[in-house]
């Protein structure tokens, strides 16, 4: 059946799926939050070489990196309830956003234990011998010193897995879940205007995107606040990224011609 | 008081300390030259414990520590006894000027922060950094970053302070005014090991000089003693080297 283009159609979905947006945060939110303490404790076995575990987070990473997501979420939606009757726990009764949450928190966790690494590693050796010898412990030296310079190096790389899983969150209607795309698709089927629900669909996780870019930009802005060599330097850097010239920005022969020289 | 025995470190097979004796009395202040690769960094580094040695014995204080028998308690508390000043500064980048000198003072001291930045700019002021407190370290010059490093080790009240090649980063105009801030530092009493090429500023500031090489302390004494009239060979045939271009006074 074909159905003429009816550009209302659109306006008419937009607050029909704002209804279900906040499922589509709520995949998001819970993902990193578990992906932050999870990719957390398995990179700290790696940057501190504990022999076992070390083995066990990288096979970790490799499977959540190596593998689709989307099998990642059939996997654990079907095969974990068979594999936990087998020790007598029941979890068929809960309900299917668990099993999208805890998959995408997993699945963010291995990326971001990379991040941690990579960025822990980015930190100055120096400065955490600087810490042990005004006495702070092992473990104050990396809660004061590495982990917030480390969090610093991250934001930007943190900020492209928040928008990437953004995105991919829309993966869930495979099961079921009615989020954004699972409900855009619903209501598809139901008035045969498919491509206006696309549209309204983009335009929202255009939106939302651009809206978690700004605030994660702000963060940037200020965690990096003691990166910055002078003032006159993070306002063009403002600038440039105002005028939506992002990559620019990050070019070296902009930055290295600009940037003032200082001392080693 | 300081006193090292025996102090051994290796390097894989490399013998890097080959058992250093070495006493600083209290208020004392010790240079200590010799060529790159003499082991003068590793010594300050265990001093501080930031290397482990192989063996021997570091006392500070009445803290004494067998590097065989060596718990993390001691470890810790020898290290509290010490402060370090880098070569490359190693300040606290994400951390203002204050921030970098109360860090210790509040984590490790447990002191009030009220009471921290009191001293923090009590020091930062005595360094003539009073103007820098909130700038970030990206935001200094090097020699305005190495007497941060230095407001930093005093804040701690340490039994010594270890300064590694404290002005060999900087560029030449700059060296001048850390040289006088530790020239100020050493008047009043504070106990200093300082590896420096400075020479001339060794002669007037050191009580005593200590020269190193492959491992061993080849030679001390009395500036005017091992720079006027060296016993060893190998002293005055490093001297000689130095001489020329470390000939004028700072
Ligand atoms: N972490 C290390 N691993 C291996 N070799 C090292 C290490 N640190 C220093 N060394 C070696 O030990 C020797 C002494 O180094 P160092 O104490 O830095 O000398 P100096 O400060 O007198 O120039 C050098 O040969 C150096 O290569
Ligand atoms: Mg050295």
């Not at chain 1, 398995?42 to 989307?70: C, D, E, H, W």
């Not at chain 1, 005028?243 to 011609?257: A, D, I, W, Y």
Request: aromatic letters at 8%; glycine letters at 8%; one cysteine or more.
């Amino acid at each position: 059946m074909e159905y003429g283009f009816d550009i209302t159609y659109i306006f008419d979905f937009i607050p029909k799926l704002l209804q279900v947006l906040h499922l589509t945060l709520a995949i998001v939110a819970g993902a990193i939050g578990i992906g932050l303490i999870v990719g957390l404790l398995a990179a700290l076995p790696r940057l501190y070489k504990v022999p076992v575990l070390q083995r066990l987070s990288q096979v970790y990473t490799s499977f959540f990196r190596g593998t689709p997501i989307l099998i990642q979420l059939f996997l654990f939606y079907y095969g974990l309830p068979e594999l936990l009757k087998l020790v007598y726990i029941d979890v068929t009764k809960l309900p299917v956003l668990f099993f999208v949450i805890v998959t995408f928190g997993l699945n963010a966790g291995a990326t971001i234990s990379e991040i941690i690494r990579a960025a822990v590693t980015a930190v100055d050796r120096g400065q955490v011998e600087a810490a042990y010898s005004v006495g702070m412990s092992g473990y104050q030296a990396f809660a004061r010193i590495v982990l917030p310079q480390a969090i610093a190096i991250a934001v930007p790389v943190f900020a492209n897995l928040v928008i990437a899983m953004l995105k991919e969150t829309s993966l869930a209607f495979a099961l079921g879940v009615m989020e954004l795309t699972g409900k855009a698709q619903t209501l598809g089927t139901l008035t045969r205007h498919f491509m206006e629900t696309y549209i309204a669909l983009a335009i929202i996780y255009l939106a939302v995107s651009f809206t978690l870019e700004r605030i994660l930009l702000l963060f940037e802005r200020k965690l990096q606040r003691h990166m910055r060599r002078d003032a006159a330097d993070a306002e063009r850097r403002w600038r440039l990224w105002r005028g939506r010239k992002p990559m620019r920005e990050r070019s070296p022969e902009v930055s290295g011609k600009e940037v003032p020289r200082y001392e080693a | 008081m300081i006193r090292l025995s025996g102090i051994r470190k290796s390097f894989g097979r490399q013998e890097v300390l080959k058992g250093i004796d070495l006493h600083v009395g209290k208020g004392e202040v010790v240079a200590i030259l010799g060529p790159s690769g003499s082991g003068k960094t590793t010594l300050l580094r265990c001093i501080n414990y930031l290397e482990k040695p192989g063996e021997g014995e570091i006392r500070i204080g009445d803290q004494a520590l067998d590097a065989r028998r060596a718990g993390k308690k001691d470890v810790h508390a020898l290290r509290r006894r010490s402060a370090m000043v880098f070569q490359q500064y190693n300040l606290f980048s994400h951390k203002t000027a204050l921030e970098n000198v109360m860090e210790g003072l509040v984590v490790v001291k447990k002191m009030s922060k009220d009471e921290a930045r009191k001293r923090g700019i009590a020091l930062l002021e005595k360094v003539g950094l009073g103007a820098k407190l909130d700038a970030y370290p990206s935001r200094l010059s090097g020699g305005q970053q190495q007497r941060v490093g230095i407001a930093r080790a005093l804040a701690l009240e340490p039994e010594v302070i270890l300064f590694d090649e404290p002005t060999s980063a900087l560029d030449p105009e700059l060296v001048g005014e850390v040289l006088a801030v530790i020239r100020r530092i050493a008047k009043e009493g504070i106990t200093m090991i300082i590896v420096t090429h400075e020479m001339g500023f060794a002669q007037d500031v050191a009580n005593r000089v200590v020269f190193m090489d492959e491992g061993v302390i080849v030679e001390e004494g009395p500036p005017a003693q091992l720079f006027g009239n060296p016993k060893e060979e190998r002293t005055r045939q490093f001297l000689k080297r130095l001489t020329p271009e470390a000939s004028y006074t700072i």
